[in-house]
């Protein structure tokens, strides 16, 4: 099993699971074949390590950062999510499953599945490029096609991010810190259908609030 960045990191045969985040991300095939992508986050920063109880009911902080959602859903439907696991069938079968954790997790996931089943590029190499960032603070005197790109400090040559610039995207270099607050990383699992052989990777490291291994 694969586990990335939370509460419950890693099953160990030597010692107790790890804990101290509030998010994790799963990725687990079995011996059968079956896959299963899985992001959980209570996402308790502003009422604490449980969220709060009211009438009974226990809310996490999820419902205080995803407002906007609840005040244009109706009663009974379902809430809309930007965390995103991804399941790719090949002829009913699955090839890949990817289940990012961080602020950047639309971003990542679409770089890694386009990457693996648009590109045909490996996953190792995908993984260790530097990461798709999420404009936090995008301008708002600005169209969305004026909005900067925002990249890891010193991951691109100058070469590269003049050609960028003269195709009219603009770029905005972030340090290492505020790169660690908006990214993403995730547990992905590629399964070749004709060898069966499965290849797992994760991004290690803390990105503030989340942990992966």
Do not use: C
Not at 28 to 41: E, F, K, Q
Not at 88 to 96: E, F, H, S, T, V
Not at 174 to 188: D, Q, V
Not at 197 to 208: D, R, Y
């Amino acid at each position: 099993m694969l586990t990335n960045a939370g509460a419950v990191l890693e099953a160990r045969p030597d010692g107790p699971a790890d804990r101290g985040h509030h998010t994790e991300s799963v990725v687990v095939l079995d011996r059968w074949g079956n896959v299963a992508a899985l992001v959980h986050s209570i996402n308790a920063v502003v009422w604490g390590h449980t969220g709060i109880i009211v009438d009974g009911i226990p809310i996490a902080d999820a419902a205080a950062i995803n407002k906007q959602y609840l005040l244009a859903s109706k009663p009974g439907s379902a809430l809309p999510s930007d965390l995103a696991p991804v399941i790719a069938l090949r002829n009913g079968k699955p090839i890949l499953a990817v289940a990012t954790v961080g602020s950047s997790v639309v971003l990542e996931n679409v770089r890694l599945v386009a990457g693996v089943l648009g590109a045909g590029q490996d996953l190792q190499t995908l993984m260790d490029a530097p990461p798709l960032l999420l404009n936090t603070a995008p301008p708002t005197d600005k169209p969305i096609s004026a909005w900067p790109e925002p990249i890891p400090l010193n991951t691109y040559d100058a070469d590269f991010l003049n050609a960028l610039r003269l195709k009219g995207l603009p770029v905005q270099e972030e340090t290492p810190e505020r790169t660690r607050a908006i990214r993403g990383t995730a547990a992905a699992l590629v399964i070749d259908q004709k060898s069966h052989v499965s290849h797992a990777v994760e991004v290690p490291g803390i990105i503030t609030y989340a942990e992966g291994r």
